[in-house]
Structure formats: structure tokens, C-alpha cells
């Protein structure tokens, strides 16, 4: 069972590390949504599309049995060197959304992972029911997708106005998640989308936070040299994160659904 507790974790107190500061910053409030799911015996975890095990060897270390599918080999094995510099056991499996009930079988996870992956799917509401169905009944989704809004913004602060303007409208209905509509790395999605979906997939949706508010913003050199700056960026993302009218400048959704 999960043998520690987060501030005894290295990886949960800020690092003195400028990117490992940056991460924190921009990955506290998923990690704080997870953590009560993940508190408790061990269960069957499946990160689908858990790409490099980042999030997989953290749920790992806490005691789960923890399954990353994804269709990448580089990918896993970057994750197999990680789990084993840390001593922890992850199975990676290669595979997709496409064919995962054939990998995993129906009924075969606790806690469902999917972070950063729906973007890149060609079809979101038949992966969220694939998912669905992977997922034991009282089990637990926990959804991290790109919100569209905060997408459009960027762009167009880059410079980068008629990208900005085929985002506007970009939405889980766009034919592709490659086509111009959706950007240059996948769709983006509203609350108001991604709630929608997992409904009709059949999820309860559960906790939704507004994720990387502020921190993609804040330049890094202001981390790097004002002492205990990172800290007070992670409190501000922590509040921010429950309020729905900070939601279309976050620059990811997390959700829980079950
Ligand atoms: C943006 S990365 C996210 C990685 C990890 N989940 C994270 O949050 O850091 C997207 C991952 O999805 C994987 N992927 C791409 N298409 C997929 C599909 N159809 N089904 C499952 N995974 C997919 C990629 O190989 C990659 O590892």
C-alpha cells in the first residue's frame, strides 16, 4: 500500500532544479486532485498514452500496480529506464486507444489515466467510451486535456493570428485532430466540451480544475531568482484552479469522472 506520504517525497517538495521548479509549478494541481484517489490499498492503474512514465512511476512509488499503454516504443522504453533507476515496477505495453480493450481486456482498471492524449485521438467520444468500458464500475477517469481559450490567446500573442482564428471554433466535432481547425499539436476543448463528452460516454463527472493558469506566463528567470517565488506561484495555481471563471485561461482541464 502507498508507503509515504507527499511532502516525504522528493519529487512533492520544490526542487532547487529551474525546470524541476517550473514543473511543479505547472503540475501541482493534477497531482493534488489524484492524490485522494490514489490514497488508499493498491489498485490496477492504466496510463493510456502515459508516453515517458513521468505520472506512472509517481503512481508506482505509492504502492499501485501500474500499466502504461501507449503506441510508442521510444516512449516506453524511456519509461522502463525510469522505472528502474527508481526501483519501481511499471508494465509498458505497446498499443493505443484503438485497440486497447483487446490489450487490456473490459473491466480492468481501478483508475483510468488519460492526460494529454484526447487531443491527438481522431475520434474523442468513441476513445471515452472505450475508456468507459475499461474502467471497473466505482472506478475513477482522471482526464488532463488542452483548453481551447487559453490555446487562442497564445497564439495570437505569438503572433500567430490565423492560427488563432482557426482555433476559435476548433472543436471536438473537427473532422481531424490534425487539420488546421485544431492547431499544431491536436484539439482543444472547452469545460463545456469535455464535460459534454464524458456524459455522453456515460461518466459522472466528478472534480474539474483549471490547470497552468498563470504558469506558462510568468517568465522563468523571476522563478530562477526571486527566493521563494515558486511557491507562491504553486499556492496562486492551487486557488485558481477551483474557480470556474479562471477556467478559459487555464491552459489544461483536469477531471475526475467515474
Ligand atoms: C502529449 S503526450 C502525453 C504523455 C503523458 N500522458 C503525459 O501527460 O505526460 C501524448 C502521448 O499519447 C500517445 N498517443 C498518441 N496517440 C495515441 C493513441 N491513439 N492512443 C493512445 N496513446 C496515444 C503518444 O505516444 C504520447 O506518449
Redesign the pocket.
Known sequence: MPHDRPSDRPTDRLSERPSERRNAARTSVVWDALRPVLDGDAVDVL??????G??AVRVAELGHRVRV????PD?LASLDRRARELGVTVQGQQ????T?LEVTGPDSADVV?????L????DPAA?LATLRRVLRPGGTLSL?VGQRHAAVVTRAMAGHFAQALALLDGGPASSSARDAGTGR?GRRFTDVEVTGLLEAAGFTVGAVHGVRVFADLVPGSLLDLEPGATAALVDLERAVSVRPEFRPLAAQLHVLAG
Open positions: 496510463d493510456i498514452g502515459g508516453g515517458t513521468g505520472l499503454v501507449d503506441p510508442s516512449a498499443g493505443d486507444l484503438s486497447l489515466l488519460c492526460h494529454g492524449v487531443e491527438v485521438v481522431e476513445a488532463l499539436s
